[in-house]
């Protein structure tokens, strides 16, 4: 079974930059997409980012140009880097990894705001 443990969310002020991290266990995850997700409140759960098992990544619209994704197969994880945030970025944050089915963490809460 895989097993998904984020960190690194937390209060940061409007401008600053988070790193999260999403541990996988259970699996060796190199051969699958991997998302990140957030969920505000009041709002629906909306993608954030995924990578794929190549390396190529895709973006919303709404963080590109201030959000990276990356992978590090060796140690099973992968991150999302986050710069320049605003505080419509505050929400639960939620890694993702799809094999045979999907997996999730259980969200790490970042809050933007001064």
């Known amino acids: 079974q895989v097993q998904l443990v984020e960190s690194g969310g937390g209060l940061v002020q409007p401008g600053g930059s988070l790193r999260l991290s999403c541990a996988g266990s259970?699996?060796?995850?190199?051969?699958?997409?991997m998302y990140w997700h957030r969920q505000a409140p009041g709002k629906e759960r909306e993608p954030v980012a995924y990578?794929?098992?190549?390396?190529?990544?895709t973006y919303s619209g709404f963080v590109k140009g201030r959000f990276t994704i990356s992978r590090d197969n060796d140690k099973n994880m992968f991150y999302l880097e986050m710069n320049k945030l605003k505080p419509q970025d505050t929400a639960v944050y939620y890694c993702?990894?799809?094999?045979?089915?999907?997996?999730w963490g259980q969200g790490t809460q970042v809050t933007v705001s001064s």
């Open positions: 993702q990894v799809v094999a045979e089915k999907g997996y």
């Open positions: 990578i794929m098992p190549s390396g190529a990544a």
């Open positions: 259970g699996r060796d995850l190199s051969g699958f997409t």
